[in-house]
């Protein structure tokens, strides 16, 4: 089984629809992020939790909101979807020790807004 | 200015081929440097550290030109498997998050 999933795997919805991405591990990290990847521009962080109680805005917040519901748990949500929204996004996990820099990824989740 | 740049590409080189990839970065702060590689369709996953010595990790090298403020990654004998895209990647220091350039694109044909 995957250490990190992503739910759901592809997702087609319409503007003004609120969404949520969900993701899982089981890897026991603390660490928890939330990315997007858009075609030229590279992954760029969206938010990022270094426990559960602990949220942080990234470079590109704005529309996003988040939720750590548990270590294990950490999920996405887009109140009211925008077509500029469409994108992959990508949840990603760290230890906290000297290692944070290596992160783990889920298989992504290809969100396209109409 | 983008933060951490990379030529997209993509390169098209034959198997066997030594292909290079630079990658350059505007914070001449930036303490830690690495290479991703992201299979199409797939996530990105860790290919090596940077350090500020170079290092090498089989077929793969990587050095670190801090005056410039450019890393790179040199891949010997190309494989079939390699083609992907390779993403440079720069933290500030061990309390930052990581940026990630947009990728290099490296297609090895038989």
């Known amino acids: 089984d995957a250490d990190v999933t992503q739910t759901p795997r592809n997702r087609i919805t319409k503007t003004g629809k609120r969404i949520m991405l969900e993701c899982s591990q089981t890897?026991?990290?603390?660490?928890m992020y939330w990315y997007r990847q858009d075609p030229g521009l590279g992954l760029r962080l969206i938010y990022y939790?270094?426990?559960?109680?602990?949220?942080n805005k990234g470079e590109i917040s704005d529309g996003y909101s988040v939720s750590r519901q548990a270590q294990a748990k950490f999920s996405l949500s887009l109140e009211s979807a925008i077509p500029n929204q469409t994108a992959l996004y990508f949840c990603?996990?760290?230890?906290?020790?000297?290692?944070?820099?290596?992160?783990?990824f889920g298989p992504g989740t290809r969100l396209t807004v109409t | 200015r983008k933060e951490v740049e990379q030529d997209p590409g993509p390169f098209n080189v034959p198997e066997g081929a030594t292909v290079a990839f630079n990658c350059t970065y505007s914070?001449?702060?930036?303490?830690?440097f690495f290479w991703y590689r992201q299979d199409c369709r797939k996530e990105p996953k860790l290919l090596m550290s940077?350090?500020?010595s170079g290092n090498e990790d089989g077929r793969f090298t990587a050095q670190l030109n801090r005056a410039s403020q450019y890393i790179s990654l040199l891949i010997r004998d190309s494989k079939l498997s390699d083609s992907a895209t390779y993403l440079c990647?720069?933290?500030?220091?061990?309390?930052?998050?990581?940026?990630f350039g947009g990728g290099t694109r490296l297609m090895v044909k038989p």
């Open positions: 990603a996990t760290s230890d906290s020790g000297v290692r944070t820099y290596e992160q783990y």
């Open positions: 890897k026991g990290h603390d660490r």
């Open positions: 939790s270094f426990d559960v109680k602990d949220i």
């Open positions: 914070n001449s702060a930036s303490q830690s």
């Open positions: 940077v350090y500020s």
């Open positions: 990647v720069v933290r500030l220091n061990a309390g930052n998050m990581l940026t």
